[in-house]
């Protein structure tokens, strides 16, 4: 027997309650009695096939449109934002040094990675916050289900639906507060938690994310052709990068956060930038653990040496690591061939000789920044 309304709305609130003291930003609630809306967008998206390579997205889709199905008896679902620009609580044991950023001294930057990756992987430090939750709702006679990107869920399409905040025109959930920043988690429960009410769509005439985006990937009408994004190029795709699209891929090397930075909701978090500057290679020491992974990397040229137990020390619990070393060469070659100078050609001449066999694919993108880098350099 269901728990009576009263009492479901004065656990949400403790759930809310639990929500800000674990540090995450954001929380709502959506009933799982209806299917998702604008099913017939994603199916199109697919058909037109602007997943790329992400075969995974059409496994499952009867799944991740019906979400009250993938976990029986679940009655509702909780979602859960966390500011990916904010540290975490002091003292939670979860404390991050931020990334490395440009100091009076520093030189120009080499390249930039997306924000959410200088760090530890979020999905565990954000599963392991959802146990919490999913322990308190237990205590009320729910069964739950936490899941953080680990699952055939719609997560984005979700915290639309539990009031977080709208889906943009970049495709991003922007929350009035957070902007297009918050990274998600969802706790499935089979308790009927009463549901928020949806926001409406604060868009109106801004394209700020179409104009800052570097591939023209976004199509303006809420879609986003991912093979053309940097985002999907440099993480998810693992073949060749479209030589053509290499060049406007200019200094990333991992993910891209242009159309995040550009959107105009979010503002500046307590005691943060509101943008990341871009990073600088540097000299260093091997990163501390849990430590930004990008902060003290080497030169970029000297990477293409790395071995796998090398990218391994340096991204190990970082999302980083799932790119492999394979996909950290191509990058590499990709960002010097953008901007790198003639002391990375040596580097980039061993690796087209040498690569890895599991790298295959680098060889071409090292000949081809080879390419770039003496057109800008050569005398004309
Ligand atoms: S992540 Fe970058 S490339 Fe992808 S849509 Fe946004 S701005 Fe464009
Ligand atoms: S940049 Fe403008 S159009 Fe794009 S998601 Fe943000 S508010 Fe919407």
């Known amino acids: 027997m269901s728990a009576p309304t009263a009492d479901l709305a004065a656990l949400k609130e403790q759930v809310r309650a639990l929500a800000t003291e674990l540090g995450f930003d954001a929380f709502g609630a959506t009933s799982l009695s209806a299917p998702l809306e604008n099913s017939e967008k994603l199916t199109g998206w697919l058909d037109a096939g602007f997943h790329g390579t992400m075969s995974w997205m059409e496994r499952n889709l009867a799944l991740r449109l019906s979400p009250g199905d993938l976990f029986p008896g679940a009655r509702a679902v909780l979602l859960f934002g966390e500011d990916s620009r904010r540290r975490p609580p002091a003292g939670s044991g979860q404390d991050e040094p931020r990334p490395a950023g440009r100091t009076a001294e520093a030189p120009a930057p080499s390249f930039r990675a997306a924000r959410y ?106 879609a986003l052709d991912a093979r053309r994004c940097a985002a999907y190029l440099t993480i998810e795709h693992k073949g060749e990068i479209p030589e053509a699209l290499r060049p406007r891929l200019g200094d990333r090397l991992f993910g891209c956060d242009s159309c995040l930075e550009a959107c105009p909701w979010g503002g500046k978090p307590p005691g943060q930038p509101a943008r990341v500057p871009p990073m600088q290679a540097s ?98």
């Open 117 to 222: 990756a200088q760090g530890r992987d979020y999905h565990k430090r954000i599963h392991g916050r959802l146990r919490q939750v999913c322990a308190l709702l237990a205590r009320h006679g729910g069964m739950q289900r936490a899941c953080v990107d680990t699952a055939p869920v719609m997560e984005k399409l979700l915290a639309v639906r539990a009031g977080l905040g709208w889906q943009g025109r970049s495709t991003l959930l922007v929350h009035p507060r957070h902007g297009p920043w918050l990274l998600l988690g969802a706790v499935f429960t089979t308790l009927a938690i009463p549901p928020d009410t949806p926001l409406p769509n604060r868009c109106g005439t801004c394209r700020r994310c179409l104009d800052a985006c570097p591939t023209g990937a976004l199509d303006g009408e809420g």
């Open 283 to 380: 000299p260093g020491t091997p990163a501390a653990p849990r430590a930004n992974p990008f902060g003290t990397l080497p030169p970029l040229h000297e990477t293409l040496a790395w071995t796998e137990a090398d990218f391994a020390a340096r991204f190990d619990g970082t999302p980083v690591r799932r790119l492999g070393l394979p996909g950290w060469l191509r990058n590499a070659c990709v960002v010097l061939g953008n901007t790198g100078t003639p002391a990375a050609i040596p580097a980039l001449r061993r690796l087209a000789g040498s690569a890895p066999p599991s790298a295959f694919l680098v060889p071409g993108h090292a000949l081809w920044a080879i390419s770039r880098i003496l057109a800008r350099h050569t005398p004309g």
